[in-house]
C-alpha cells in the first residue's frame, strides 16, 4: 500500500534551520507531486509547497518565500523539505502529502518541530 | 489567493445525529473542493474528492455536494468514531491551495 514515512521529532533554536524526510512506498514516486503542510498546535493546516519529483520543480507558498527548500532524492524515492531561519511560530507539525489529481492522499505521520531558545 | 470558510466552527452533537458542515470559496472553483477528517494527534486523511467522490473505505453515511462556491459535508448518522476536526481544501487550478479553518465535531 502507498506510505509516507517521516523523519522524526526535532527541537531548534530560533534562526537555525531544519530539515524533513519523506520516504514515500508502494507507488512510482516520480508519477506523483509531493506537498507539505503544516499545522502549529491548535490551529489549522497550511499549505507550504508542492514539489514535482519527476523535474525537480517547485511551487511556494508566498508566506515561505526564501526561507523553504523543496528537494527530492528519486534514487531513494524521498521527498524533503528544509525551512532556515526558524522563529517561534515555526513551531508544528510538519506533513508531507501525495498528491492525487491535486487533492492529499496519503499523508505521512506528521514531524513535530519545535523552535526555542 | 482563494479563502476558504467553514462553518460552524464547532459543533455539538449526539450519536445517530444527522450532521452538516458547509464551506464557502471566496471565488468559484467548480467542483475543485476536497475534505479531509483529522482525529487528536494523527494525520488528516482524505474522506471525499471533487466535492463528492467518496474515497474508498469512507462509509457511506459520509458524502458531499456543492460546487462553484458552496459546498457541504454531510454526516447522515453519526458514529463514535466521527468525532473528529474536519477540514474543506481547494484545489482550483493553480496553487496555492488553501484550507478552511476547520470544524470540530464533539460529543452532546
Known amino acids: 500500500q502507498v506510505q509516507l514515512v517521516q523523519s522524526g521529532a526535532e527541537v531548534k533554536k530560533p534562526g537555525a534551520s531544519m530539515k524533513v524526510s519523506c520516504k514515500a512506498s508502494?507507488?512510482?514516486?516520480?508519477?506523483?507531486?509531493m506537498h507539505w503542510v503544516r499545522q502549529a498546535p491548535g490551529q489549522g493546516l497550511e499549505w507550504m509547497g508542492w514539489?514535482?519529483?519527476?523535474?525537480?520543480?517547485?511551487s511556494v507558498a508566498k508566506s515561505f518565500q526564501g526561507r523553504v527548500t523543496m528537494t527530492t532524492d528519486t534514487s531513494i524515492s524521498t521527498a524533503y523539505m528544509e525551512l532556515t531561519r526558524l522563529r517561534s511560530d515555526d513551531t508544528a507539525v510538519y506533513y508531507c502529502?501525495?498528491?492525487?489529481?491535486?487533492?492529499?492522499?496519503?499523508w505521512g505521520q506528521g514531524t513535530p518541530v519545535t523552535v526555542s531558545s | 489567493d482563494i479563502q476558504m470558510t467553514q462553518s460552524p466552527s464547532s459543533l455539538s452533537a449526539s450519536v445517530g445525529d444527522r450532521v452538516t458542515i458547509t464551506c464557502r470559496a471566496s471565488?468559484?472553483?467548480?467542483?475543485?473542493l476536497n475534505w479531509y477528517q483529522q482525529k487528536p494527534g494523527k494525520a488528516p486523511e482524505l474522506l471525499i474528492s471533487?466535492?463528492?467522490t467518496l474515497r474508498g473505505g469512507v462509509p457511506s453515511r459520509f458524502s458531499g455536494s456543492g460546487s462553484e462556491t458552496d459546498f457541504t459535508l454531510t454526516i447522515s448518522s453519526l458514529q463514535p468514531e466521527d468525532f473528529a476536526t474536519y477540514y474543506c481544501q481547494q484545489s482550483f487550478r493553480t496553487p496555492p491551495w488553501t484550507f478552511g479553518q476547520g470544524t470540530k465535531v464533539e460529543i452532546k
Open positions: 471533487a466535492a463528492s
Open positions: 514539489i514535482n519529483p519527476n523535474t525537480g520543480g517547485t
Open positions: 471565488q468559484s472553483i467548480s467542483t475543485s
Open positions: 508502494g507507488y512510482t514516486f516520480t508519477d506523483n507531486y
Open positions: 502529502a501525495r498528491d492525487e489529481d491535486e487533492w492529499f492522499d496519503p
